[in-house]
């Protein structure tokens, strides 16, 4: 039997032992927390990069990555009760593609194209006969958007036979309130109306001119359209690739799928910090420069196409988005969203355009029943033998347009946007997908 010294003495022998094996499993513990730390580090730096394919690694944790978004709690979504209309719209909405049975799936690298239109069916016309012409245009799933209902806008787009394609309508267009918010409400200030003196609502802009539904149309479309294309519809919700935006005024060539897959495998390796591809130069008015090289310059409004990545810094920005003084989406971006980035904002394109801008009338011009914009853009666009096949080579060095001619951080707007139910529209479009709008329970 041992003593009560040698007991002791073999605990104490214990725990010297014990503490020279817990040393080395210490550090091996701390090493392995500063490895998983620096690969977090090294994730999120991945996941934000503009060029990145996708929000972390595939699988659940990808889908959780695309589902983070930021949100104001002070803010309550809201949304206009909707008319019969409206809500027979959403309805079909719901609806699924047509022309699967024709085109059953869809390959791997194929890009969603989401074509938003108002009501010009002369232009649409030729924007849907040029798509009828686009190499590879069978393999892409094609969105049409619409801002508000019209006939004849429908039928062409019912006519639609040569891929995929799915019709949703913007609800809360105001074009579908002819008596009520977002439309024309009984009461509003009109033009440069005083409130205080005519005894009328609203907000008036910078300038002191109150809201036109025709005018914030432009705005409320293009934002809830990125947010359901994005975040809302079956289709494209958990879409990883590419979506190109093309309007119902540009003409698209022959080559600009092709052209648009190439610049999408392209824009990781050569212009990692380039945010989105374009099928056109940001001037509208340039046919491209002819040069042996790529172009990264500032981000353009015609064919342009980016991933989820990009769209979620975007969202991040809802609310400077839908708070600036601005009715035009693109000029918001280029003047208050894209300058909150931190850095100049790049998109990749060719030395050739693969899209053009044609037409006169504005998306929303001549729509009333005394001025309706009669031009068709007939022979507006001129294609040649080398826009009718792919022309941009995957060894062309990348030249880079620093100066960024037009609309910068600091302009002031052109005003249109200054009543706070539209910004509280705007901004519940950001929300209507992640937060339950309490007037609807």
Known sequence: MPTAGTSSSSSHHHRSRLRSRAAPLLLAVIFAVLVITELLRTSARRDFSPSAGRFGPAGANHSVAQRKILLDPSFTPRLPRQSPLSLSLSQRNALPPRNTGRFPSLPDGHLVIVLYVHNRPRYLRLVVDSLSRVEGIGEALLVVSHDGYFPEMDKIVQGIDFCQVKQVFAPYSPHLFPDSFPGVTSGDCQNKDNAAEKKCQGDPDQYGNHRSPRIVSLKHHWWWMMNTVWDGLEETRDFDGHILFIEEDHYIFPN????????????????????????????????????????????????????????????TKAKQFCAFDEYNWDITMWATV????????????????????????????????????????????????????????ANWPVHIIRKQEGYQAGFKGWGGWGDRRDRDLCLSFAYMYHVKDPSSA
């Open 338 to 393: 894209y300058p909150s980035f931190g850095a100049p904002v790049y998109s990749l394109r060719g030395p050739r355009r693969s899209a053009a801008h044609f037409g006169k009338c504005g998306l929303h011009q001549g729509q009333g029943s005394s001025n309706v914009c009669v031009d068709n853009g007939a022979a507006a666009v001129e294609v040649e033998d080398i826009d009718k096949v792919p022309n941009i080579k």
């Open 256 to 315: 600009a799928y092709r052209n648009a897959q190439m610049l999408v495998d392209l824009k990781p390796k050569k212009c990692p910090q380039c945010y989105a591809i374009n099928l056109a130069p940001s001037d509208v008015k340039l046919k491209g420069e002819g040069w042996p090289s790529l172009v990264a310059e500032k981000m353009g409004n015609i064919g342009y196409a980016f991933n989820r990545t990009v769209w979620r810094k975007i969202h």
